[in-house]
């Protein structure tokens, strides 16, 4: 049984997109939670003033005109700094993501986030430090037995072999053919234009999904205003091949068309 000696706020956040800087929050939900055992559960959607892109939408659900009559971000303010007053905070990867963005949206709102003297406890780096993800893992996860040998060839490779296929076996939806499978795996993430995540969907276009310098933008206005930025990407080196192959074309006039 976890023991709190203070309130404890957990909380998630829905946003127009991933990028903590500059995206805006439509949907926050905040569960406190009392030492005596109290609960109060606060949630609300928030205007966010700009559009929100059809991407974002497709994740959460949340539409324009869900939010068209919702307060801002700014008029919530006080009541979210009031009812995470006093209180650690918790969240499922509320470090990278929930707790910077909601960070930036205060502080553009007029607002400070006060973090000092405040503990956090973040579930998903709980979890990614408790359970393992690697073969001697996974072999025990799907098949129950432990790996001697790991990391010596044939004990891998049979294992693996053993892994896939006990994955077959116990996922229902999962296709049994290697042509299903193979489908199945080289799937890309609905919000990303390549498998990396480099450049993402927003709005039917592709925007830059990493660095400081272009995040955000679209990969049409960079050619435009800094096609030589493009160009070292594709000179680099250390991008993928569909990365590459994507800037190529976007000099040569042809941009990453989302199908419906």
Not at 93 to 117: C, H, M, Q
Not at 148 to 169: I, M
Not at 221 to 230: F, H, K, L, R, T
Request: glycine share 8%.
């Amino acid at each position: 049984m976890m023991k709190l000696d203070r309130p404890l706020c957990v909380f998630d956040l829905e946003a127009t997109g991933t990028d903590v800087a500059q995206d805006r929050i439509v949907d926050i939900c905040v569960l406190r939670l009392e030492p005596d055992g109290t609960e109060t559960l606060w949630q609300s959607l928030v205007n966010p003033g700009v559009p929100i892109p059809p991407e974002a939408t497709a994740v959460h659900k949340i539409t324009d005109a869900m939010v068209a009559s919702e307060p801002a971000l700014k008029d919530l303010a006080p009541k979210i700094l009031e009812i995470f007053d006093g209180a650690d905070v918790s969240g499922f990867n509320a470090v990278k993501y929930d707790i910077p963005l909601l960070t930036n949206e205060l502080k553009r709102a007029g607002f400070d986030w006060p973090s000092s003297g405040r503990r956090l406890a973040d579930s998903f780096t709980i979890f990614q430090r408790k359970e393992r993800r690697d073969l001697t893992s996974a072999y025990k996860f799907y098949c129950g037995k432990d790996l001697s040998g790991a990391h010596r060839a044939e004990a891998d490779v049979r294992a693996a072999a053993e892994v896939l296929f006990a994955q077959v076996e116990r996922y229902a939806d999962l296709p049994k053919d290697m042509e299903g499978l193979a489908a199945f795996c080289a799937q890309v993430d609905a919000s990303r234009v390549d498998a990396e995540g480099k450049f993402v969907w927003r709005n039917g276009e592709a925007v830059f999904g990493f660095g400081n310098k272009h995040k955000g933008k679209s990969l049409r206005e960079v050619v435009a205003s800094d096609g030589g930025y493009v160009r070292w990407m594709i000179d680099k080196g250390n991008f993928s091949a569909d990365v590459i192959k994507i800037c190529r074309d976007a000099l040569a006039g042809t941009y990453p068309a989302k199908k419906a």
